[in-house]
């Protein structure tokens, strides 16, 4: 037997008829469901989505700032940043995890200038990964968005970002023949592979010679393969022809 239940219900009448009380005055009752925009953005409010689009979003500017002109990257990483702002503002958001996260992204910045991830990019990865564990009060991440999140970070700013920068800055288009010629300072140890500092701008460099090139010694450019610099040392290399002597008239 299925039983019929009558719920009070403000401004509706009832009566009652043989016992039971029924409703006097029928109405029709609607539920209205959410707009496109309000669903968007009710989806923007999981801590989970809100905080892949912030990271991401924060990311992608990153990547942008190294490239010429305004990209689809940069677009999209100003949009995904504003819904990311939007899900934190409405979420119990700790200021100290924002600010984490905020000074990982500095801290990547400062390696993907030079070109060679270092000290920066880990303190950057440690500072990402206590921002992205501390950024919620009383709300949790599941650790597969966790770690897809800090795995996809690492990879990017240790080997995606510095590659990106360097083949950029190596392109034909800018030219490199001045390079040869060129003195710069180690800035690691060339033994045989290493990094050279060339008016101020980091590039992978190779000595062609057995004899190492220690750190902050002079070298010279002799040649240039791909995006790699060939060196020697500073004393007994390659001549700029520059400063080779005309022959005399």
Aim: net charge negative; with cysteine.
């Amino acid at each position: 037997m299925i039983g019929q239940f009558v719920v009070d219900l403000p401004g509706v009448e009832t009566e009652v008829v043989d016992g039971d009380r029924q409703i006097a005055d029928t109405q029709e009752v609607q539920f209205g469901g959410l707009s496109l925009i309000g669903q968007l953005m009710h989806t923007v409010a999981s801590p989970a989505v809100a905080y892949l689009l912030f990271v991401i979003g924060l990311a992608l500017l990153l990547f942008e700032l190294y490239t010429a002109g305004v990209g689809i990257a940069g677009m999209v990483g100003a949009g995904s940043l504003i819904l990311g702002c939007y899900g934190l503002a409405v979420l119990p958001t700790r200021p100290i995890g924002v600010a984490l996260l905020l000074f990982a992204m500095f801290g990547y910045g400062v390696d993907v200038q030079t070109g060679v991830p270092r000290l920066w990019t880990a303190i950057a990865t440690v500072s990402f990964l206590l921002g992205s564990l501390v950024l919620f009060d009383g709300l949790s991440v599941s650790w597969i968005t966790l770690l897809a999140a800090f795995v996809g970070m690492t990879l990017a700013m240790y080997a995606g970002m510095p590659t990106m920068v360097r083949t950029r800055f190596s392109t034909p288009t800018i030219g490199r023949e001045w390079m040869i010629g060129e003195l710069g300072e180690a800035r690691t140890d060339i033994a045989p592979d290493g990094v050279i500092t060339l008016r101020d701008a980091p590039w992978r460099a190779r000595t062609n010679r057995a004899t190492p090139i220690h750190q902050h010694e002079r070298a010279r450019v002799v040649a240039i393969e791909g995006v790699v610099l060939e060196v020697e040392p500073e004393a007994g290399g390659a001549r700029d022809y520059r400063e080779r002597k005309r022959p005399s008239d």
